[in-house]
């Protein structure tokens, strides 16, 4: 069935890039999004990108996707101590679109 | 837009009680969804809306548990009687159709003791 599988945890000092790895296992999937749940939250969707890209950046944050591999990374520059909450990574299924795949989020932990 | 509005963001229960959980949607979204977390088992899709309507209710644990959506405005999420392992947080998720990704609430964190 399908998949999503992330790290547990990430420790980077302030000031360096993170990067949060996910591979999933549909290849039939058409979004893949990156959310962030900050602690008392509800998750927060940051970015997402189609799967006939490679590519997305948007300020801080770049999205690569290698299809082939079935790999999907979310890339934080200058990392801040506001970056710290837990990191999902999710995929569509298929056609149907609404129904989410999650990956057990990753908690991005910043080190002064 | 004051976003997805849940309540009551904490109750606390005995176990055998009804509890009820309440979600605002978004103005305008015609598509719920009621989310469960726990450590365990990590985010799990309980139900779906669309215009009103229960798409999907594959992921409703038990007879215990039902959703009703009787306008696009509210919905609700009653768990009859509860048990401790209905502990989690419960989130509350719109979207508009062909707008990628959800809007989420705070969620209600529920602890049945």
């Known amino acids: 069935g399908e998949d999503v599988e992330q790290s547990l945890f990430l420790s980077v000092r302030e000031g360096d890039s993170s990067v949060i790895n996910c591979t999933y296992t549909?290849?039939?999937?058409?979004?893949l999004y990156w959310y962030k749940q900050e602690p008392g939250a509800g998750l927060q969707l940051l970015t997402y990108?189609?799967?006939n890209m490679d590519m997305k950046q948007d300020q801080r944050l770049t999205v690569l996707l290698n299809k082939k591999d079935k790999h999907l990374s979310l890339r934080i520059a200058d990392t801040q101590t506001g970056d710290s909450a837990i990191y999902f990574c999710?995929?569509?299924?298929?056609?149907?679109?609404?129904?989410?795949?999650w990956g057990a989020g990753t908690k991005l932990i910043i080190k002064p | 837009d004051a976003g997805v509005i849940q309540s009551p963001r904490h109750e606390v229960t005995e176990m055998g009680q009804e509890v009820t959980l309440r979600c605002k949607p978004i103005?305008?979204?015609?598509?719920l969804f009621w989310y469960r977390q726990t450590m365990m088992r990590g985010l799990e899709l309980l139900i779906y809306?669309?215009?009103?309507?229960?798409?999907?209710d594959s992921g409703m644990p038990e007879d215990r548990f039902s959703a009703k959506m009787p306008n696009a405005s509210f919905s609700t999420l009653k768990i009859q009687p509860s048990e401790p392992r209905d502990s989690a947080v419960y989130f509350c998720?719109?979207?508009?159709?062909?707008?990628?990704?959800?809007?989420f609430g705070s969620g209600t964190r529920l602890t049945v003791v």
């Open positions: 549909d290849s039939s999937s058409t979004y």
């Open positions: 103005s305008g979204h015609n598509s």
């Open positions: 809306f669309n215009n009103n309507v229960p798409i999907d």
């Open positions: 990108i189609f799967s």
């Open positions: 999710a995929e569509s299924m298929g056609d149907s679109n609404y129904q989410l795949i």
């Open positions: 998720a719109s979207r508009m159709t062909g707008i990628y990704g959800y809007t």
